[in-house]
């Protein structure tokens, strides 16, 4: 079926001033040392990220022990543990921490409540690499709460002095009502309120909200493992309008696209914008004409330097 259609683009989008900071270090490194470079994980949640620093000589593995000794290493953006870190010395690696500055802070507050004997809450979703690096800075086991209803169920000792983190691409709603319930449970409890939530994991959902207002179908650009895409998503969903998380244009079903009027097209913060280029293109060819509107958000400014420094 073919027809005139609105398609709407949410602004901002895309990388983030972490994602383009570390998939800039991976390159750099390559271009002065050559390859090859190892990365440990995914150096941020993308296949066609990861794909295209593969062809320039980045190798991916899950493990230091993949790794031949003495090698250059990158960390994620995601960050990694203490123990990782010093495996990575036992094993003779040069590394270099490609870890978002924002998740680091969040390692910093980690630590600062370790050291001045608070018992640690982190908000976050289990297993995801930033929540596994976080709880590997320090020897405290931490409390992990994913959702309210263990909000709700949290047993805490009166005596105890508690504070919380979080893992930086939550949803600001469900942080916004697990904070409020521990600070019911506790109203000593200690923690930065929401600004763990990094900048542009607030501007890209706050554009999505807007962008569901217009829309009768969303399609949310990223992996499916990327935690921020899936906050997209489910922040339209809980707006009764349809939504789709596709990893890329070939994902799209054309049965989705017959009775629509309007779409609206956005991406996860470690999707680069030819993700978006493909998808118009795509929507593009699908339908008669189409008419692309921009919306306005939030201008991001903010820039984190790449640093060149193995050590």
Known sequence: MKKIINIYLAS???????????????????????????????????????????????????????????????????????????????????????????????HKQTEKYFNKDYKIILIGHKGHPEV??????????LILIQNEEEANKLQLDKKDKVAYVTQTTLSLDDTKNIIEILKRKNPDIEGPELDDICYATQNRQEAVNELANKCDLVLVIGSENSSNTQRLAEIVKKKQVVVYRIANANEIKKKWLDTVQNIGITAGASSPEVLIKETLDFLKGYFEDVKITTMQGVEEKTVFKPLLNFS
């Open 132 to 141: 596994v690096g976080i709880q590997g800075q320090i020897s405290q086991e």
């Open 12 to 106: 901002p989008r895309g990388f983030c001033a972490g994602v383009k900071r570390a998939i800039e270090i991976v390159e750099l490194a390559l271009q002065k040392y050559g390859p090859p470079i190892y990365v440990r994980h995914e150096i941020v949640h993308n296949k066609r990220v990861v794909q295209e620093l593969s062809k320039k000589g980045a190798v991916f593995v899950e493990e230091l022990e993949e790794i031949p000794l003495g090698s250059r290493v990158i960390f994620s953006a995601h960050g990694v543990s203490k123990k990782i870190k010093k495996v990575a010395k036992d094993y003779k690696h040069l590394t270099l921490d490609a870890t978002c500055p924002l998740v680091s802070k969040v």
